[in-house]
């Protein structure tokens, strides 16, 4: 038997949009009440727990690279200025870290997504075995 609260809820137009969304795509929700007790019973704290553990994890990442970032700013102001080398996002410098970086990347996804190949035979080693004579042999 269902218990009825009388309760009302007050929502944001932020909220009445997705609990419109909820409700045009999922034909079994009909209504705003559905589309709030199809939420709470979907609703699991243990992906919660997850996904604020990895935002926790993206978090530190971030503030590890904006460290790094930094520290080679102050390099770049302190040794490069000097040298007349042009800092910034148009320099060359930048560019060529940029595509760099960006090649790792490519090659590194290339190598993820590409099939395994057997291990290479290596020439170097039919190379130095010498063709079989058997006049060799006869001539001992």
């Given at each position: 038997m269902t218990k009825v609260i009388d309760k009302h809820i007050y929502f944001h137009q932020t909220h009445i949009d997705v609990l419109d969304e909820?409700?045009?795509?999922?034909?079994?929700?009909?209504?705003?009440?559905?589309?709030?007790r199809f939420l709470c019973m979907n609703y699991d704290p243990e992906v919660e727990k997850k996904v604020n553990s990895n935002q926790a994890k993206l978090n530190g990442m971030s503030k590890e690279i904006s460290i790094l970032t930094?520290?080679?700013?102050?390099?770049?102001?302190?040794?490069?200025?000097?040298?007349?080398?042009?800092?910034?996002?148009?320099?060359?410098?930048?560019?060529?870290?940029?595509?760099?970086?960006?090649?790792?990347?490519?090659?590194?996804?290339?190598?993820?997504?590409?099939?395994?190949?057997?291990?290479?035979?290596?020439?170097?080693?039919?190379?130095?075995?010498?063709t079989f004579d058997p006049t060799k042999i006869l001539k001992r």
């Open positions: 909820i409700i045009s795509t999922h034909a079994e929700v009909k209504n705003y009440s559905e589309a709030v930094e520290m080679v700013s102050e390099f770049a102001d302190l040794h490069l200025k000097d040298t007349g080398i042009l800092i910034g996002t148009n320099s060359t410098v930048y560019q060529e870290a940029k595509e760099r970086v960006e090649g790792k990347i490519k090659s590194n996804q290339t190598k993820k997504y590409s099939p395994q190949l057997k291990k290479p035979v290596n020439e170097s080693v039919h190379a130095r075995v010498d």
